[in-house]
C-alpha cells in the first residue's frame, strides 16, 4: 500500500487516473495530499472533488528553491507521505526532495526518453519528424527527465497530426503506464540496478539503488 503525495502544475488528468484506479480497486495506494505551484491548476479542483487534501506553495514566496523544497517536504512528511508522484509538475526537483525521498519519486514524461526531455516533448517529436512517439514513467533524479525508466508506452505519429491530436493519444498511454508504475511499486516489484529498473514477477521483492 503506497502512501501518495501527488505533484501537479495544472489540468490534472494523470492525477485524476491515479485517484479512478484507487477507486477502481486497481491501485492500493492512498493519495494523502497534492501540493501545487499554480493556484490555477484544475488539479486542485480534482482533489476537492475526491476529498483530497491540497496545499499551494508559491516559490516565488521563498528565499529560494531549497526552502521552497523544504516546505513541501515537511507537507508531505506532516501527511506520512511515502512515494511522490509528479503528475504533470513543470520543476525540476532537487536536493530536499531528493534526498527525502530517495528512488520514491517517480514521473510521467509525454516522450519517448532519452528522447526530447524537457518542456512541449510532443511538440519537439513533432517538429524533429519522428514516427513513433509516446511517454515515460521514470524514478527521478537530479537532472531533467534522467532518473531510471520504469515503464514505456509508444504510440504512431500521423502526418496530419497537431500537436493536440498527438498530445491527446500520448496522453491516454500515460494514464494507462503511470497506474501500472505505481501498481508495480506497491507491490515492491520494481528493482532498481543502476540504471536499469529490473520488474520482477509477483511476489517478488525490489529495493532501490
Ligand atoms: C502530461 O502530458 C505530462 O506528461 C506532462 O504534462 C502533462 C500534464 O497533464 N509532463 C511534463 O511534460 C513534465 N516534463 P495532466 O496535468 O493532465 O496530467
Request: one cysteine or more.
Amino acid at each position: 500500500m503506497l502512501n501518495l503525495g501527488v505533484l501537479a502544475s495544472g489540468r490534472g488528468s494523470n492525477f485524476q487516473a491515479i485517484i479512478d484506479a484507487i477507486a477502481w480497486g486497481v491501485l492500493p495506494a492512498k493519495i494523502k495530499v497534492l501540493v501545487t505551484d499554480n493556484p490555477e491548476a484544475y488539479a486542485i479542483e480534482r482533489a476537492r472533488r475526491a476529498g483530497i487534501p491540497w496545499h499551494y506553495f508559491d516559490p516565488k514566496g521563498f528565499k529560494n528553491k531549497e526552502e521552497y523544497e523544504k516546505e513541501i517536504v515537511k507537507t508531505l512528511l506532516s501527511y506520512e507521505v511515502d512515494t511522490v508522484c509528479l503528475a504533470g509538475y513543470m520543476r525540476l526537483i532537487g536536493k530536499p526532495l531528493l534526498s527525502s525521498f530517495p528512488m520514491r519519486i517517480i514521473n510521467i514524461h509525454p516522450a519517448l526518453l532519452p528522447a526530447f526531455p524537457g518542456l512541449h516533448a510532443q511538440k519537439q517529436a513533432l517538429d524533429y519528424g519522428v514516427k513513433i512517439a509516446g511517454c515515460t514513467v521514470h524514478f527521478v533524479d537530479e537532472g531533467m527527465d534522467t532518473g531510471p525508466i520504469i515503464l514505456q508506452a509508444a504510440v504512431p505519429v500521423y502526418d496530419d497530426d497537431s500537436e493536440e491530436s498527438l498530445s491527446e493519444r500520448i496522453l491516454e498511454q500515460e494514464h494507462r503506464i503511470l497506474v501500472e508504475a505505481l501498481r508495480l511499486l506497491s507491490e515492491n516489484r520494481l528493482l532498481v540496478e543502476g540504471r536499469r529498473v529490473r520488474i520482477l514477477p509477483d511476489g517478488g521483492e525490489g529495493h532501490g539503488k
